[in-house]
């Protein structure tokens, strides 16, 4: 299929004609710079699949069978604007496939099979809106960051976060996620609540048992008739530990 995409490539004159709609299963290549390859069954975007597309502004890869996309397939497209790969069965999004995307405004990745996105993969993007929704999201602390990190940043914004549901854990399977995002990481945070917190009493607890003993020391000492010097040593008792 993708030597095919790459013969029409070729001769694109002979194959497409600006004023036309490009029919359905066939590669559409004019000279508005949009590069159509919907409905075409394509597998596997490697990285040489899109070689020689440099002056491309928009790709369109929709409705494919896209699982895996080599890192550095998209090196090439340094003038792409739109990226449409909704309804693929891409199951990950990792760091370095957009990378050189640079001048990349509308990322449709919705209707895919990916549970979980790295946000390295999108900051390096100059400003991006996202689509994401119809994928079968994992709800937990670490997705509540990603996308809390992905909105934090100006030039990111995930344009269809309404509408996205989980599909796991079973608990939160089918909730949307806007209803549920500030309470994926209660528990991570009131774990971290609760160590610091002992962290503190354990502290705290240290020093006053030292300094109970320290003043224990002293008045035994006072009352020592050989004087205080002789037990100095143990102004710092060495089995100081903590009781809780
Ligand atoms: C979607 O991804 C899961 C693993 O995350 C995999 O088990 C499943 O087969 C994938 N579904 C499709 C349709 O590729
Ligand atoms: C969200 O879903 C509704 C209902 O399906 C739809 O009308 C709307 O266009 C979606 N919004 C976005 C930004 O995709």
């Known amino acids: 299929m993708l030597s095919l995409l790459l013969v029409h ?8 004609n600006p004023s036309q709609n490009c029919p359905v299963s066939c590669l559409c290549y004019d000279s508005s710079n949009l590069l159509r390859v919907p409905s075409n069954r394509l597998t596997a975007l490697t990285y040489e699949s899109l070689r020689h597309l440099e002056s491309l502004e928009k790709l369109d890869l929709s409705r494919n069978f896209l699982s895996s996309v080599e890192q550095g397939a998209f090196r090439g497209l340094s003038r792409l604007r739109h990226l ?3 309804s693929n069965l891409l199951d990950a999004v990792r760091g370095g496939y957009f990378f050189m995307l640079q001048n990349l405004e509308l990322l449709d990745l919705s209707d895919n099979n990916i549970s979980s996105i790295a946000v390295e993969s999108f900051t390096s993007l100059h400003s991006l809106r996202l689509l994401v929704s119809g994928n079968p999201w994992v709800c937990d602390c670490d997705l509540q960051r ?3 990190k992905i909105t934090s940043v100006r030039h990111l914004h995930i344009d269809d976060y309404d509408n996205l549901t989980c599909a796991g854990p079973p608990q939160l399977s089918g909730a949307a996620l806007v209803s549920v995002d500030n309470q994926l990481c209660v528990a ?3 774990t971290v609540l609760v160590i610091t917190i002992t962290v503190l009493v354990t502290v705290i607890a240290a020093i006053v048992m030292a300094e109970r003993n320290r003043k224990k020391t002293q008045e035994k000492n006072w009352n020592d008739p050989d004087g205080p010097f002789e037990t100095q040593d143990n102004d710092f008792p060495k089995n100081t530990v903590v009781f809780l």
């Open 9 to 16: 490539l070729l001769f694109p004159p002979l194959y497409s």
């Open 84 to 86: 449409h790969l909704q």
């Open 188 to 190: 991570e945070t009131a």
């Open 146 to 148: 990603v996308f809390g």
